[in-house]
């Protein structure tokens, strides 16, 4: 029995192009994983455009993400120097994973998700130069004891079991991911921007590895922090961490970052102190 495809009828969120493209129907009628989103790489529906498509379980398109980011580097390129030992790009990943299929990769390994890989093809194993990227992302101190990307060779959906409910899965083949967060990955599209502005390509993933490490940096402040408070709102937390660490106020989306990681890789009933005020008021009404 072959597969059978659902079309879908995308719109390109930039210069409003309409083109089907077709869907394993067993995406829908299997999700186990969390949200579906598919990978719309350029060329597929407009020639320039790059954008994700929210899909519900039913098929039906929720919303739209643009993705802003260009690469200048042929598919031929990328794929030569990945094939040196020991050897894989940044720029070689995205030809692979597609922008968002990287931030996703990212995402799940810095907030401690499980990943899953659904193979591309046969003689196509890059298995160990990516779980060793994967831990290369991380500061000592966490290295081994977040999850790995594990790879799935099966390719019919109806047949995939995985233990977690939690999981990132991806098919790069399709562009389809599974991704069981809602939040958006800003900060990973900002630390790829600017490693992709640095020519030299081995420095790339160093700038990635700066990023993540100033972020945890914030999170072992906020960690130390709540373990000293019975409570503490978000506004007077935010000028602590400034104070501190003698930076710029964060943002209210960089302290749900920080959230997340303390939840998922430290203690996952300490952000419970952290209070909003606004919340606060709303719930007295």
């Not at 940044?90 to 692979?96: H, T």
């Not at 995402?107 to 290369?136: Q, R």
């Not at 599974?178 to 993933?205: G, H, R, V």
Request: glycine share 4%; aromatic share 8%; proline share 3%.
């Amino acid at each position: 029995m072959g597969i059978e495809y659902r079309s879908l009828e995308v719109t390109c969120p930039f210069c409003q192009t309409v083109k089907s493209i077709k869907i394993p129907d067993a995406v829908f009628t299997q999700k186990k994983f969390g949200s579906i989103k598919v990978q719309v790489p350029a060329g597929a529906v407009c020639p320039e455009h790059q954008f994700i498509v929210f899909v519900d379980t039913k098929g039906i398109i929720r919303g739209y993400e643009k993705i802003d980011l260009l690469m200048s580097v042929s598919i031929e390129e990328a794929k030569t120097k990945d094939k040196k030992p020991g050897w894989i790009t940044i720029k070689g990943l995205i030809q692979r994973f597609g922008f968002y299929g990287l931030f996703s990769l990212i995402h799940a390994k810095l907030f401690n998700y499980p990943h899953y890989i659904i193979k591309k093809k046969e003689g196509d194993d890059i298995s160990e130069l990516l779980i060793k990227v994967g831990e290369n992302l991380m500061p000592e101190k966490y290295k081994g004891t977040t999850h790995s990307i594990q790879f799935l060779d099966e390719i019919d959906y109806n047949r995939i079991k995985l233990k977690e409910k939690d999981a990132l899965l991806i098919d790069s083949q399709l562009n389809i991911l599974q991704t069981p967060w809602d939040e958006k990955l800003k900060f990973e599209e900002a630390a790829l921007k600017k490693a992709l502005e640095i020519i030299e390509e081995k420095e790339q993933l160093l700038i990635i590895q700066q990023d993540i490490s100033k972020l945890i940096k914030e999170a072992e402040l906020v960690e130390s922090i709540l373990s000293n408070v019975k409570e503490i709102y978000e506004d007077d937390l935010i000028e602590l961490i400034s104070k501190e660490l003698k930076i710029p106020k964060i943002t209210k989306y960089r302290l749900t970052l920080i959230k997340i990681f303390i939840t998922r890789n430290i203690n996952s009933k300490l952000t419970s102190k952290i209070k909003n005020k606004v919340q606060e008021f709303l719930d007295f009404l």
